[in-house]
């Protein structure tokens, strides 16, 4: 079956660090890859998205590059800020009439001042 | 922006007790999804549910739950007996007629007594 397995958290950042959460999947086919964002009290909002291999999703200043020969999904971004500070998920979807998401765990970012 | 809402918030209830989580799907989506996520666990897929009938379903969907469209607005999910494991955040998603994406409402905290 599918799964998604992403670094447990909780991860603590001082602001304009570099961050990278790691994301491992397992799936049939060809899977969608997806990253996940859930800020304090507030649903899952898509972060961005990759379809393909080689694919490099992006949004808000996060990227995420599609790896099939390392089955990955890293979640980077260059410099983060107070704002970023949220529950980040990795999830993927393999089609074929089937769109249920698979998650992983969930890790939670804070970002200091 | 159209949003997901999800009520309650948060249900407190006795092992045994029926409870239902009511959803609101964003108005012209077609397809309504269930996940829960048990605290430190994964979000895991429940159930999902077009054209007024359940399109998939995973194991922890028994026949202790159950899902309804009632009125063509609320996607509610039932909980006949709840047992103490049914703790948990659920989520409600949805998505429209040309798109993959699942909007994902803030989610209702079941605990159970």
């Known amino acids: 079956g599918n799964s998604v397995t992403q670094m447990e958290g909780p991860v603590t950042l001082s602001e304009e660090a570099f961050l990278t959460i790691n994301c491992t999947y397992t799936a049939t086919g060809y899977p969608s890859l997806f990253w996940y964002v859930q800020y304090p009290g507030e649903g899952l909002q898509l972060l961005l998205k990759a379809t393909k291999a080689d694919d490099k999703g992006s949004n808000k200043g996060f990227e995420a590059t599609y790896r099939k020969e390392t089955t990955s999904f890293h979640l980077e971004k260059g410099s983060v800020q107070v704002s970023d500070s949220a529950v980040y998920f990795c999830a993927l979807y393999s089609g074929a009439g089937s769109y249920q998401l698979t998650f992983g765990k969930g890790t939670k970012l804070s970002v200091i001042p | 922006e159209p949003e997901v809402t999800q009520t309650p918030s948060h249900q407190v209830t006795q092992m045994g007790q029926e409870v239902i989580l009511r959803c609101v799907p964003i108005?012209?989506?077609?397809?309504f999804y269930w996940y829960r996520q048990i605290l430190g666990q994964k979000v895991e897929f429940l159930v999902s549910f077009y054209n007024n009938e359940i399109s998939e379903k995973s194991e922890i969907f028994d026949d202790q739950f159950s899902v309804e469209r009632p009125d063509g607005s609320n996607f509610t999910l039932k909980i006949r007996s709840t047992k103490l494991e049914d703790s948990a955040m659920y989520f409600c998603a949805s998505v429209g007629a040309f798109s993959y994406e699942q909007y994902f409402g803030p989610g209702t905290r079941l605990t159970v007594t």
């Open positions: 108005s012209n989506h077609l397809y």
